[in-house]
């Protein structure tokens, strides 16, 4: 299964996905992030896997960062993902996507992704059964790298 609305190749992003793992949805997304003194937003090219996702964040005005993040503690809502600080809502690219076809593609967001990030959920669960170490390792598997 897989749901292509942006070219994977349209930023050098798949090079952060771990080897191994197969892009399954490629789409554009508006990030906020929330900060103490506010918010900062943008938009990213997001690729997910079934492990986790990756996308790219901007530094000044020209260098990008890519981000690959596990699926684990993610909420999934009908056009959006949600971390405690950060926010990726899809957003249409009008270059390969009509408005009709992406209201079609947000109604079944959730429907898509929402079984991916719990069984991923279930996934860790089974691999380390006490709760705290499980938060203990959430927090260090942020996988960085410059793109």
């Not at 070219?7 to 949805?25: A, F, K, R």
């Not at 997910?48 to 996702?53: A, L, S």
């Not at 503690?73 to 009509?98: A, G, H």
Request: net charge positive; with cysteine.
């Amino acid at each position: 299964m897989t749901d292509i609305y942006v070219p994977i190749d349209y930023t050098n992003l798949n090079s952060v996905i771990p080897p191994g793992e197969d892009i399954i949805y490629s789409t554009l997304c508006k990030v906020t992030q929330t900060l103490v003194a506010g918010e900062l937003k943008w938009e990213s090219h997001v690729l997910m896997t079934t492990k986790g996702f990756a996308y790219s964040k901007t530094r000044g005005r020209k260098s990008l960062k890519g981000i690959y993040v596990d699926w684990y503690k993610k909420r999934v809502t009908r056009t959006k993902i949600t971390t405690p600080l950060m926010q990726f809502k899809i957003k249409r690219d009008p270059n390969y996507e009509s408005s009709g076809a992406f209201y079609t593609r947000s109604q079944n967001f959730k429907a898509t992704i929402k079984p991916i990030v719990e069984a991923r959920e279930k996934e860790w669960e089974a691999k380390i059964p006490n709760k705290r170490d499980r938060k203990k390792l959430a927090k260090g598997r942020k996988f960085k790298k410059e793109l």
